[in-house]
């Protein structure tokens, strides 16, 4: 049974880094069959696509619009997890972040982390 | 602004039927037959409840249906039970740069 588990902090400063991790049980990250994916939620902007990282005989990724400029996800193979780093990051951030896991089998997010509410406050 | 349009709210009896519309585009919802639906309580992550429009994962009641018509995809719950009251959104694939899409999420009542 798959599992995501997600880590870092609940709190960052305006113009800093925000870093999450999701850590993958019950598959790998290098799965030809998956992507890997960052979500954020929050009152003002609903439920929002980040970005995703996934492996076809080799690393790729797509980010949304409109953080395309800020943000990088990575797959890290020696962890069997993946990581989203969003910069400059202003209040406007705030939100519950996501991690998911999309089938190339379904087309659909199967499987998500607990959720990550992370606040951007000075 | 969410790229799929959703009702804020749907309410209705124990045992009845209700249907929550999600309505994109021909670039997404009307292009695809990959429309998702999620249900998600209160502090929880979101649960997928339907893939590829109309399929369930496995374990997920058949009381949970889905379709679509044109630029509209349909979640229907039948034989509603208190335990369906949480919100539900709407995912779509999306053409060029947009990829994916979500409602902005139905919450969902039993009276």
């Known amino acids: 049974q798959v599992q995501l588990q997600q880590s870092g902090p609940g709190q960052v400063k305006p113009s800093q880094t925000l870093s999450l991790t999701c850590a993958i049980s019950g598959d790998s990250v290098s799965s030809n069959s998956a992507a890997w994916n960052w979500m954020r939620q929050s009152p003002s902007r609903g439920l929002e696509w980040l970005g995703r990282t996934y492996y076809r005989s080799k690393w790729y990724s797509d980010y949304a619009v409109s953080v395309k400029t800020r943000i990088t996800i990575n797959p890290d193979t020696s962890k069997n997890q993946f990581s989203l780093q969003l910069n400059s990051v202003t209040p406007e951030d705030t939100a519950v972040y996501y991690c998911?896991?999309?089938?190339?089998?379904?087309?659909?997010?199967?499987?998500w982390g607990q959720g990550t509410m992370v606040t951007v406050s000075s | 602004q969410s790229a799929l349009t959703q009702p804020a709210s749907v309410s209705g009896s124990p045992g009845q039927s209700i249907t929550i519309p999600c309505t994109g585009t021909?670039?997404?919802?009307?292009?695809?037959?990959?429309v998702s639906w999620y249900q998600q309580y209160p502090g929880k992550a979101p649960k997928l409840l339907i893939y590829e429009v109309s399929h369930r994962p496995s374990g997920v009641s058949n009381r949970f249906s889905g379709s679509k018509s044109g630029n509209t995809a349909y979640l229907t719950i039948s034989g509603l039970q208190a335990e369906d009251e949480a919100d539900y959104f709407c995912?779509?694939?999306?053409?060029?740069?947009?990829?994916?899409?979500f409602g902005g999420g139905t919450t969902l009542t039993v009276l």
């Open positions: 995912n779509s694939h999306a053409s060029s740069d947009t990829l994916v899409v």
């Open positions: 021909s670039s997404d919802v009307g292009g695809y037959n990959y």
């Open positions: 998911a896991s999309w089938r190339v089998q379904s087309e659909a997010f199967d499987i």
